[in-house]
């Protein structure tokens, strides 16, 4: 019997996306588990969700490193040590740095919230919101030394013609909550 692949996840803040994926391997819905998550704010929501789900959490202070190279080579060894297939960047709001991409290039993606190459960076919801955007969206890509540049593995359009920002909100994670666990799922299945 195969055995189940194994994911770690990184990300800085409320953890929806996280949670989405975790749930998602507990159905079965992704043959995977869930082995450890990743997180720069120990006081994060997301560090208590990880609990909750009984999933081991590598939190830290980036300021406790002397160099972001000694933080990435740190978080490279606890992804040895977990032995993890897959990363998933979710919500993980660090650029992703020479150390871990030449230990774990190809093996991590991220999702960002908007139809990429359009928005990249930070707040990209406001970003497109404000530049009057009718169609929003989301990508699942490959992370790479550039910013939101990787290649492109699945995205999602989000129409919205309305104004209001919490409402936008609402429906771009509606629609990762359904693309990212999808696409972790075709990935492991290597369809994609
Ligand atoms: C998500 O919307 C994700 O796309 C975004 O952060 C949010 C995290 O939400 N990521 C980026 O903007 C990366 N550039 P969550 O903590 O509820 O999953």
Known sequence: MS???????????????????????????????????????????????????????FAFQPKSYPSKADMEGAIADRLDKAGVDLVCLAGYMRIVA?????????????????????????????????????????????????????RIIAQRAVPYEGHDLDELFTLVHAAEHELYPATVARLLAGEV
């Open 3 to 57: 055995q189940k692949k194994r994911l770690a996840i990184f990300a800085s803040g409320t953890g929806t996306n996280f949670e989405a994926i975790v749930t998602a391997c507990e159905s079965g819905r992704i043959p995977a588990e869930v082995v450890l998550l990743v997180c720069d704010k120990p006081a994060a929501a997301v560090v208590e969700l990880a609990a909750r789900h009984g999933v081991e959490t």
């Open 98 to 150: 020479d150390t871990l991409l030449s230990r774990y290039g190809g093996r991590i993606i991220n999702i960002h919230p908007s139809l990429l190459p359009a928005f990249p960076g930070a707040r990209a919801v406001e970003q497109a919101l404000n530049y009057g955007v009718k169609v929003f969206g989301v990508t699942i890509h490959y992370v790479d030394q550039t910013v939101d540049g990787g």
